[in-house]
């Protein structure tokens, strides 16, 4: 008798720890503030103004949805897999934005130089 107890317990034991790794994992957020934070990054040094800077910033916010949604059917690797994408090309949009800016600076500079060149023979 204190045997078939003692397995009663065991089995309601193996049960509730069985359930609580099942929620446990069913309730872990797919990871997408990295990737929020890259496509805001981009937003902000004008990613959208530029288009090739444009088009990466672009597919970085639709594989951040197809990862949501991947992610809500259950498909979890592939979603993180989709994340990684679209970090990928929203810090492209970043590095794009910036060596544009950079391009322009260095124009801008070498105008400054062509003028000073001409008032001063």
């Given at each position: 008798m204190k045997n078939a107890s003692r397995i009663r317990y065991l089995l309601s034991a193996v049960a509730v720890m069985a359930t609580a790794i099942i929620v446990g994992c069913a309730s872990v957020p797919l990871g997408t503030e990295t990737t929020e934070s890259s496509i805001r990054a981009a937003e902000e040094v004008g990613a959208a103004k530029l288009p090739q800077a444009s088009l990466h910033l672009q597919l970085a916010r639709e594989e951040l949805d197809k990862a949501n949604v991947l992610f809500e059917k259950g498909d979890k690797e592939e979603a993180e897999s989709m994340l990684l994408r679209a970090d990928s090309d929203a810090?492209?949009?970043?590095?794009?934005?910036?060596?544009?800016a950079e391009k322009r600076d260095a124009e801008l500079a070498m105008?400054?130089?062509?003028?000073?060149?001409?008032e001063n023979p």
């Amino acid at each position: 008798m204190k045997n078939a107890s003692r397995i009663r317990y065991l089995l309601s034991a193996v049960a509730v720890m069985a359930t609580a790794i099942i929620v446990g994992c069913a309730s872990v957020p797919l990871g997408t503030e990295t990737t929020e934070s890259s496509i805001r990054a981009a937003e902000e040094v004008g990613a959208a103004k530029l288009p090739q800077a444009s088009l990466h910033l672009q597919l970085a916010r639709e594989e951040l949805d197809k990862a949501n949604v991947l992610f809500e059917k259950g498909d979890k690797e592939e979603a993180e897999s989709m994340l990684l994408r679209a970090d990928s090309d929203a810090e492209l949009a970043v590095t794009l934005s910036h060596s544009d800016a950079e391009k322009r600076d260095a124009e801008l500079a070498m105008a400054r130089v062509r003028k000073l060149q001409q008032e001063n023979p």
